[in-house]
């Protein structure tokens, strides 16, 4: 899914039905939450709890039947997220405020107003209470019959296009369209499937069998893979695997970063990691499960909270809807051990190493292996280990686990981690990057944070046939060391 936030302006008067309608709906949603589960800890049913709600506040004649029954599923949906029933509204920090008297209650209750959420109904054109106007400049809400008109801000670009045509498909009645209206915009959901003429949407790439795109995320650093794995041969043999170009981006995210600019860092890595895919032939795209564990824990607790974000939901949100746009397909795969794995095996950096093993356990999976994990024995570790010439003493002498191969590199305190080269802006001949063997370009437009790091020895393409007749490309692969 994907949406658009547009500012709005309206009257005071409209500004005052609208704060009505949010403290009701805000309410509702506080009642469906605290009310989902009995006291035995079983769930309601939907129709219970939305029974509830409405009897609570349909009276009041300010949010319809539709709202409230909106309300009661993000209720449920909160519950869900938190079933302990724990979640405070407004935030916990804004509550001690209120408690030790910093704030007092009408800046409490203002804290405590959500958005107004009216979801999709395709039979209503695309949503039964908001209509965008042809050109997108105005929307209008329509509640027991009080129309309020809001003159949202001119959306140029991408934005102001997708704007545009959700509008002349919702009045056909063709789409779904969920809005959200907070005090200073209007938030509009769409599914980017539905618009046939998205400006993100590119021509599919023949896909070639056996090759797959992994990506490594961490708070700094993001690594790209692209790894082959003959179509015969076995997914679960490292050996099978051959690593055939790389990327490393450093985000550089400012402490003073907003949101906003956290998004725009994102979504130019999302792009590089699909362009390497699509030029490559890559069909699938391989993340790493769990990233909700992944936490970024410096003293800047604003820049924390932006990267413990994005790791967790905006950067996959972005890849999987930029893949599904460009025709790719986005797998998640189980990541223990990856890193050490992955360092073990390929010639690369310490990240788009970890990224190569992620690839080969998105083809392992897809290829219906259970088990995502490479076969391993003392003979496989200690082939993996020749070009670094590392002790292998302290690992064990017989059929093993890479639980036990990596407690055994801890224990014997080995650096298995190939590092990052120093990035550097300047593509001068003296740089840094160069002299490590890596180009360095910026990742977005001028005074924009980020840097991506390409070999210097690019592999070279053969043609078999002519790119743009839509025909596969064979390609070399990157000589190893």
Same mark, same amino acid.
């Given at each position: ?19 009505? !309608? *949010?403290? $009701?709906?805000?309410? %509702?949603?506080?009642? &469906?939450?605290?009310?989902?589960? +009995?006291? =035995?800890? /079983?769930? @309601? ?117 997708? !704007? *545009?045509? $959700?509008?002349?498909? %919702?009045?056909?009645? &063709?789409?779904?369209?969920?809005? +959200?209206? =907070?005090? /200073?915009? @209007? ?134 809807? +930029?893949?599904?746009?460009?025709? @790719? ?153």
């Amino acid at each position: 899914m994907q949406t658009i936030s547009v500012p709005y302006r309206c009257t005071d008067e409209a500004r005052v039905s609208l704060t009505s !309608l *949010r403290r $009701v709906c805000s309410a %509702a949603v506080r009642t &469906a939450y605290a009310n989902a589960r +009995r006291d =035995d800890g /079983t769930a @309601l049913r939907q129709k219970e709890l939305r029974d509830l709600v409405k009897a609570r506040f349909a009276h009041l004649r300010i949010a319809d039947a539709w709202l409230l029954h909106c309300a009661t599923l993000e209720g449920m949906d909160l519950r869900r997220i938190r079933p302990d029933g724990s979640l405070v509204f407004g935030g916990r920090p804004q509550l001690e405020r209120r408690r030790k008297g910093l704030i007092g209650r009408g800046a409490w209750r203002e804290v405590r107003l959500r958005p107004m959420c009216s979801r999709g109904d395709a039979t209503q054109h695309g949503n039964r209470h908001f209509r965008l106007s042809a050109d997108a400049a105005t929307c209008t809400l329509t509640v027991y019959g009080r129309p309020v008109v809001l003159q949202l801000a001119a959306m140029r670009g991408k934005a102001g296009e997708i !704007l *545009r045509q $959700v509008a002349g498909l %919702a009045a056909a009645k &063709a789409i779904n369209l969920t809005f +959200r209206l =907070d005090a /200073t915009h @209007l938030h509009v959901t769409l599914d980017p499937a539905d618009l046939p003429a998205h400006p993100e949407r590119l021509a599919p790439v023949p896909a070639v069998a056996g090759r797959a795109l992994g990506i490594d995320l961490n708070p700094d650093w993001i690594g790209l893979s692209v790894v082959e794995v003959a179509p015969e041969a076995d997914a679960g043999d490292l050996s099978s695997a051959r690593l055939l170009d790389h990327r490393l981006i450093r985000l550089e995210v400012p402490p003073s970063a907003g949101a906003e600019q956290v998004r725009e860092t994102l979504a130019a890595a999302a792009g590089q990691a699909l362009a390497l895919a699509r030029a490559w032939g890559c069909g699938e795209v391989v993340l790493e499960k769990g990233l909700g564990k992944l936490r970024s824990a410096g003293r800047n607790r604003r820049l924390n909270r932006l990267l413990n974000h994005w790791a967790r939901r905006v950067f996959g949100a972005l890849l999987a809807r +930029r893949a599904g746009l460009a025709g @790719l397909t986005v797998r998640e795969v189980w990541g223990g051990y990856s890193t050490t794995i992955g360092n073990m095996a390929f010639p690369a950096p310490d990240a788009c190493a970890s990224a190569a093993e992620i690839a080969r356990r998105g083809m392992a999976a897809a290829r219906g292996i259970k088990d995502v994990l490479p076969s391993c024995t003392h003979e496989v570790v200690s082939g993996l280990w020749k070009d670094r010439g590392w002790p292998i003493a302290a690992l064990p002498q017989r059929a093993c686990g890479w639980a036990d191969v990596h407690r055994g590199i801890k224990a014997a305190a080995l650096g298995v981690r190939r590092p990052h080269p120093e990035l550097a802006p300047d593509p001068g001949p003296l740089s840094a990057s160069r002299r490590a063997g890596y180009a360095v370009r910026r990742l977005g437009l001028r005074r924009r944070p980020g840097l991506v790091a390409r070999p210097l020895a690019r592999p070279q393409a053969r043609r078999d046939s002519p790119q743009n007749g839509g025909e596969r490309l064979a390609l070399s692969t990157l000589k190893s060391g």
